[in-house]
């Protein structure tokens, strides 16, 4: 509790002090806190835009329209493709939400694909496994395949992408609520993107995001325990993505994005020690980096008896982009644990 205590006063004084500093400093603070090697960080409007200017810019660039994206991850990821001129075909991912590398290149000679996504969903490790490996980064680029890495649900992962690869791979990061608390905000590491087109956010439009990450601050955003597995059926998160701040549309990150992010990378340690008093009970599905996940996989449906189970909030199974009515993964119960914000 007191630890607690100290942690939200001192956030609170670093997000007075940050407001008063320039806009320019904070991006520079952010360059310095997420570039990793020749990877630059540009701070953009949202994960989502992030990944809508990655794949205009490559639409651009890339002779093959072909856009090859997991079968199981938020509907966002495959309308910001679709968005961007891709033809959006699926890979399979197993029960652990991982991709078979040699099915992975069969799909890319057979359907001689542009673009490959890696995505974290719950843990899963955004094809970083694979990259880590020189042979496989090497057969990507004899391909010509351009990479996108998008690990909106854990920033922590960008520790993870191998940076002494060619400026084939760019990776998406959110600060939405995933990693630490967020109004929506985020951005992309990149060696060959370091600018995109952007509109300046409307001071009314700057108004209604204070206004909704104080509330939200305020007030936790009360979400369903589970009361019967038949209740949980057929609920589903899907984003028409059609409405502000959740349009893809690209916008020019506003200073209270900047300063949260600065506030939530230095206090992911903070979170971390949180997040541990769920995952020490192994309830859940163990996906490869699922102890920083935001989310975890409960894979023993008798523990969502459990009190500790019942009191946290629920994230429902993603939706597939063409029908928000189905799941590839119905039945997953899946409980916040980003460390903040998880009960109800």
């Not at 651009?60 to 990821?77: M, W």
């Not at 899907?238 to 994005?257: G, M, N, R, W």
Request: aromatic share 12%; hydrophobic share 40%; glycine share 6%.
């Amino acid at each position: 509790m007191i630890l607690s205590v100290a942690v939200l006063f001192l956030q609170l004084c670093a997000f007075v002090f940050l407001h008063a500093l320039p806009s320019p400093l904070l991006r520079y603070w952010l360059d310095r806190l997420l570039s990793r090697g020749e990877y630059r960080f540009i701070p953009t409007f949202s994960g989502r835009s992030a990944l809508f200017v990655i794949a205009a810019h490559l639409r651009k660039t890339v002779a093959s329209p072909v856009a090859l994206l997991p079968d199981y991850v938020c509907n966002i990821v495959h309308r910001a493709f679709i968005m961007a001129g891709w033809q959006v075909m699926t890979y399979r991912t197993n029960e652990i939400l991982e991709a078979d590398w040699q099915e992975l290149l069969t799909i890319i000679d057979e359907r001689k694909v542009g673009v490959l996504v890696g995505a974290s969903v719950f843990g899963s490790s955004a094809l970083l496994g694979f990259l880590s490996d020189p042979s496989k980064r090497l057969q990507l680029k004899e391909r010509d395949i351009q990479v996108i890495i998008d690990v909106a649900q854990d920033i922590r992962l960008i520790d993870k992408i191998p940076t002494d690869c060619s400026g084939f791979l760019h990776a998406v990061v959110s600060f939405n609520d995933k990693s630490f608390p967020g109004a929506m905000g985020g951005g992309i590491l990149s060696k060959t993107i370091h600018k995109y087109d952007s509109r300046p956010v409307s001071f009314r439009d700057k108004v209604k995001l204070y206004r909704w990450f104080i509330g939200k601050s305020l007030h936790s955003v009360r979400k369903s325990k589970i009361p019967s597995f038949e209740g949980y059926k057929n609920r589903y998160d899907y984003s028409s993505c059609d409405t502000y701040p959740y349009k893809i549309e690209p916008l020019q990150p506003i200073k209270l994005q900047l300063v949260l992010g600065i506030i939530g990378i230095y206090s992911l340690p903070y979170y971390q020690i949180r997040k541990k008093k769920v995952i020490k009970y192994g309830l859940h599905l163990k996906t490869t980096y699922s102890e920083t996940s935001a989310y975890l996989v409960i894979s023993d449906k008798k523990a969502c008896l459990d009190q500790l189970v019942r009191g946290r909030k629920v994230k429902y199974p993603y939706a597939t982009e063409h029908d928000p009515n189905v799941s590839l993964r119905p039945h997953d119960v899946i409980l916040h644990n980003k460390g903040f914000l998880d009960e109800c």
